[in-house]
Nanobody, 122 residues
Framework: QVQLVESGGGLVEAGGSLSLSCAAS????????AGWFRQAPGKEREFVAA????????YYADSLKGRYAISRDIAKHTVSLQMNSLKPEDTAVYYC???????????????WGQGTQVTVSS
């Protein structure tokens, strides 16, 4: 079983930046894709970004390109999400997840963290 734990969320002023981290433990697979999703109050969970673990290829939601950057540390089994120029609309619980294939659909992901709250003021 794989456990995923997010960290780095918090309160930030509009225009600011935050960096989220996701630590994986337990049984891990190098062929997995690591992804980030977010869910705002009253809304469905939406795709943010993903990265293939071996090749490091990245994928982003079109609306977030240029502001968000995903990366991974293979040795530490961690994946990060750098968020810049944050807007109030970015307020949500952010989740990291793992999938066997590249996908923007939450249902395709096998493992999930508990989420970390990101709140953007003003």
């Amino acid at each position: 079983q794989v456990q995923l734990v997010e960290s780095g969320g918090g309160l930030v002023e509009a225009g600011g930046s935050l960096s989220l981290s996701c630590a994986a433990s337990g049984r891990t697979f190098s062929s997995y894709v690591a992804g980030w999703f977010r869910q705002a109050p009253g809304k469905e969970r939406e795709f943010v970004a993903a990265i293939s673990w071996i090749g490091g290829r990245t994928y982003y939601a079109d609306s977030l390109k240029g502001r968000y950057a995903i990366s991974r540390d293979i040795a530490k089994h961690t994946v990060s999400l750098q968020m810049n120029s944050l807007k109030p609309e970015d307020t949500a619980v952010y989740y990291c997840a793992a999938s066997r294939i590249i996908s923007t659909t939450p249902h395709e992901y096998d493992y999930w963290g508990q989420g970390t709250q990101v709140t953007v003021s003003s």
